[in-house]
RNA sequence: GGAGAGAUGGCUGAGUGGUCGAAAGCAACGCUUUGCUAAAGCGUCGUAGCCCUUAAAGGCUACCGAGGGUUCGAAUCCCUCUCUCUCCGCCA
């Protein structure tokens, strides 16, 4: 959420940032600003009025432990009264209507995001490793997993439905061993503290997260509950701090945490179509961290070289890209995307995008620190990034890792986890 | 799912209609003193919004789990909800 202050002070500087993002975000800032000024005028005038009942309130209780008559003005102050509730209704919708529109308008691009329009202006910022050159056709993850028994969506079209799938044997057992070999890395390598949260959360949560109001249609809901199914980790773990006040010298804090994630991909192009790319579940380890603000930049390139060694560990080649502010997502001020090759796909993909939010999410959260100098309360910043999603990962790994035979070379990290060096069917 | 109890400031805990934003204690912070690893005295010590200000200062309002209601006036009375605890039931 932005600052209202900001918006009313800074508004010019406000729109021109937000036009950048190429949305429609920033036509609502003079409906924010004229739905403000009506706003405090109500608050205003109730105020004076709850000022002057307070007062003459005590004078009546004064007066009627005296013995005086105080009908008259009790009268009086009942017109008051009624005049109060009526403005307190006023400000109170204006005040609704004023926070909804703020919860629908994205954040600010940071100066240090690069200009674009579009995905296709998204500047690559490095690259790790090289495309393997293989002595042979290289096969598809789906046509290795079938031949190896790894994982089928058969079944999981039986038991659940399309875009979610079912490991099994040593295919399940390769799902774990990455799982355990990511907590390990970015809590005994990176020092994160590691969490297990709970799946599902509250609107509340979602709400501070930027998943809700504007992106409902995504999450998968139990209305009897008022409960959802978390899409990322991101959302229980860094509504743990919410309505906070954190101890400012516990800052960085950074957790790490592995859940599955829930994602109803409404209106996503070929849903189920392509193996393990893109499901209605998948597994994902999330990195979070909440840091002073001056710090944040910092964090967030630390955060991304976090992830970016669990490609290095595993020998996979990737690329890492800055999205540009017309491909930014709705919180965020600044976001890396790390991409890894997938030669059987023949393409790069996404397993992790880290995000620095500034304030945007601590100030919908009311996450705050007190600042050690001037004793104020101050919104804290906040980052993520996937630490990395799971599916994919599985994916570049048996697509790079394949030998002519079908059979899979483990990297030398992942074969304690896993318990032997190579798969074979 | 059933029955009961409860929810007050960082913590403990008073307060059952009228200068209560809230006693007291603890913790914390600052100063003073004694001196030593602790103690005493004094002081400060919630959050947010609005107004006025360049700002500081100041004024006002709201907040005693949340939301409604009664009343001139609500932490205090009434209703609904949420959460916590205890017991019963069910259950991995």
């Known amino acids: 959420m932005l600052d209202i202050r900001i918006i009313r002070e ?66 009086r102050m009942r017109a008051i009264g009624d005049r109060i509730t009526q403005l307190d209704r006023e400000a109170g919708e204006l005040d609704a209507r004023q926070e909804a529109l703020l919860l629908g308008i994205p954040n600010l691009p940071h100066e240090a995001c690069p200009e674009g329009q579009s995905a296709e202006d998204n500047p690559e910022v490095r690259v790790w490793g090289a495309k393997p050159d293989f002595k042979f056709e290289p096969k598809d993850h789906v046509t290795l997993g079938k031949s190896l028994g790894l994982f089928d969506f058969e079944s999981a079209v039986k038991i659940t439905g399309s875009a979610f799938v079912v490991y099994r044997g040593q295919g399940a057992r390769l799902e774990r061993a990455l799982i355990n070999f990511l907590l390990d890395l970015h809590t005994r390598e990176h020092g994160y503290t590691e969490i297990l949260p709970p799946f599902l959360v509250n609107a509340a949560s979602l709400t501070g997260t930027t998943q809700l109001p504007k992106f409902s249609d995504q999450l998968y809901h139990c209305p009897e509950d008022g409960l959802y199914l978390a899409p990322t980790a991101e959302v229980p773990v860094t509504n743990l701090h919410r309505d906070e006040i954190v101890d400012t010298a516990s800052l960085p804090i950074k957790y790490t945490a592995y859940t599955p994630c829930f994602r109803r991909e409404a209106g996503a192009a070929g849903v189920g179509t392509r193996g393990l790319i893109r499901m209605h579940q998948f597994d994902k380890v999330e990195l979070v961290k909440i840091t002073l603000p001056d710090q944040s930049m910092e964090e967030l390139e630390k955060l991304t070289a976090d992830a970016e060694k669990v490609l290095q560990l595993l020998g996979l080649h990737y690329r890492v890209i800055e999205l540009c502010t017309g491909d930014i997502g709705f919180g965020s001020a600044k976001t890396y995307d790390i991409e890894v090759w997938a030669p059987g796909q023949g393409t790069y993909l996404e397993v992790s995008s880290c995000s620095n939010f500034g304030d945007y999410q601590a100030r919908r959260m009311k996450l705050r620190y007190k600042d050690p100098e001037t004793k104020k309360n101050v919104f804290a910043h906040t980052l993520n990034g996937s630490g990395t999603a799971l599916a994919r990962l599985y994916v570049a790994l048996l697509e790079t890792c394949q030998r002519e035979d079908g059979s899979i070379a483990l990297p030398a990290a992942l074969q304690a986890y896993f318990g032997a060096a190579e798969i074979r069917g």
């Open 10 to 75: 800074q508004t010019d500087r406000v729109k021109a940032r937000l036009r950048l993002r190429g949305g429609d975000g920033w036509q609502s800032i003079d409906e924010v600003l004229s739905l403000d000024e009506s706003r405090r005028k109500a608050e205003t005038e109730k105020q004076s009025l709850q000022s002057e009942r307070n007062r003459v309130s005590r004078d009546i209780g004064i007066a009627k432990k005296q013995g005086g008559d105080t009908a008259g003005v009790e009268a």
